[in-house]
């Protein structure tokens, strides 16, 4: 029953995480922005969209940059999306035994009168130079588009202090700024009744644009919510608790785990993008037993916030659906909620070692509405690697440098355009935006 779509405007999107290199991109040239590295390197990117569960994709032309069998090659990495703004990351190669350069890009779509633009962000620095680090940790990096002239790219991070306070680190672009300049300024959290919750190990897992523009909402599936005014100085966040937490605790030292992503996401929806909604997949200890469950983030009339239950259902509810017969009995995975229709879930499951299907259900109707193969769009070759030395990389969420190993010439490795293989997925694939302005033709 599989049914990848190719509506050219989709209603909403799932952009995926892991951009796409292509130096011989067909896509439509109105998609095309091009801009130069912090090396002064020439870049070009594109947008090639499909409606949900399909995948749509932000792909890199780099004609004179390393080749994708370099070893010193990474791909670009999708940050954040509000409006018709996307935000990635790109690392850059290096001379040997330098930092390797982290380059972020603001990549805005065309608009009735403008063409798409892709523009540099200017790099964070002080005098004299912080031991801190910023714009590392891509999943604690969000980005608001409040106008078509203006826009706030935003970093929360802990303080470190005994207290565990938080900062922001922000840059804010608009018309009335001749120069971009980031701006760090400690950040007060209060929960409904007005206290400082202790929040030690807060770890950003994810940051969702919410409601008028203004505000970011930064999520820690083991902890709960911030939700805050990034354009307005010295407001406190909000804390809110989610409304079920995991069983087990946050894995230290970033064992290769299923980050907690794998089993739970918060989303913005509404036609103002102000109900915040949370699905979670629960497992039991017993093998093929799970729980999917959405809440919505209700605002009582004293001020305080609740969380209703919207929907329910077991493993065998779920695999009950109408047309979910020939899809596996497993648990889903990544589960994403739609940005247009409140009933809409969009998940992913695993089929074998190798084979990744996405399926969009009506959770209301219990009817599978679409399934696509993740991937199905790039060819399937595979190629022989040669043995590659291990290389530098900034290890995601962290600030240290780590390594890797490329497969010998005695294994074989999927060709990187086809991005089936299960063992590729970090952190959350899928990123929902609005197709209302960044998909609108």
Partial sequence: MENQTQDPSPRWALLDRLGHRDDHADADSGTVASSQTSAGKKIYMSLRIAAPPATSRLYLRWQYGPTKKDPSFLYPRVVAVHGDAVLFQLISPSPPKRPRPIDYFVYTARGAARPPSLSLLKPYATKPVSPRQRMVDWKAIGILRPSLNAYAVAELSTTGDSLVGFELCCLIRSPQMTVDKWKVSRVEVVDEKGRNPELPSWESDAVVPVGDDRLLCWVDYHKGILLGDVFAANS?????????????????????????????????????????????????????????????????????????????????????????????????????????????LCFLVREGSDTVRLVEVDMKRRTVRSVTCYGKEESRRKRKREDMRPVGYYQEGTQRMSSWYAPGPDK??????????????????????????????
Avoid at 414 to 435: A, M, Q, R, Y
């Fill in 236 to 344: 406190a966040f909000r804390f809110e608790q989610l409304p079920r937490l995991p069983a087990e605790p946050r894995r230290a030292n970033h064992e290769a785990v299923p980050t907690p992503d794998a089993s739970r996401s918060l989303c913005a929806s509404g036609d103002d993008g102000g109900t915040v909604r949370f699905v979670s997949v629960d497992r039991d200890p017993w093998p093929g037993v799970f729980r999917v469950t959405i809440w919505t983030l209700r605002k009582n009339r004293d001020g305080s916030m609740a969380w209703d239950k919207d929907v329910g259902v077991n493993a065998a509810e779920l695999w009950a659906f109408s047309g979910y017969d020939p899809l596996p009995r497993v648990p889903p995975e990544y589960p994403v909620l739609s940005m247009d229709d409140p009933d809409t």
């Fill in 412 to 441: 074989e490795k999927e060709d990187d355009v086809n991005i089936t293989s299960t063992k590729l997925f970090h952190g959350h694939p899928f990123l929902p935006c609005s197709s209302k302005i960044v998909f609108r033709w």
